[in-house]
């Protein structure tokens, strides 16, 4: 269901310039709980967009709805998807878990708390935020790595300490049409 939310509101942007309407009246108790989520376009194999929340503020079917028309649309790093794409976009889900706070004493006791391959993690200081889910481990193996990475990201120095970082993991369900 979440699936088909997620390609109709990429249809619907392209009819409309905005996201599919949700109604949450209509959706079972599990999509109209507040959940937070991400959604990953591939097309051909290459990224296409990925744009999600890093914390739960709406229903997940509009969450998952709002986030395919932005990943489709607005992904700055990409143009907008056109029509003729539409075909051979491949869409990933990521609903992730509620962020969990780590308590760390540097950046090298923090990367050592992460667990490879399931800990997504956020990252922010008071002017920098940055966020990179699971499936970065695919390309990041090395948690010292990991982290410097998602430094960067965050607009953060590699080699120095980041002033008042807070650190969230959390895990995420993943399922797609790839």
Do not use: Y
Request: contains cysteine; charged residues 20%; proline residues 8%.
């Amino acid at each position: 269901m979440l699936l088909e939310i997620a390609r109709a509101s990429i249809r619907h942007g392209f009819a409309h310039a905005r996201p599919l309407p949700v109604d949450p009246g209509g959706l079972s108790p599990e999509l109209a709980a507040e959940r937070a989520s991400f959604v990953t376009l591939h097309s051909q194999g290459r990224l296409r967009g990925c744009i999600g929340s890093a914390r739960a503020f709406r229903p997940l079917a509009e969450d998952i709805a709002a986030n395919a028309f932005s990943s489709a649309f607005e992904d700055w790093r990409f143009p907008p998807v056109t029509s003729q794409e539409l075909r051979f976009l491949s869409i990933d889900l990521s609903i992730l878990t509620p962020p969990e706070p780590i308590a760390f004493t540097s950046e090298e006791d923090l990367a050592a708390q992460l667990e490879p391959g399931v800990d997504g993690l956020l990252i922010q200081t008071q002017w920098h935020r940055g966020l990179f889910l699971p499936s970065v481990w695919d390309s990041l193996p090395d948690p010292a790595e990991f982290l410097g990475q998602l430094k960067l990201k965050a607009g953060l120095r590699l080699r120095r300490p980041a002033i008042g970082l807070c650190a969230f993991r959390f895990r995420t369900e993943c399922f797609g049409e790839t």
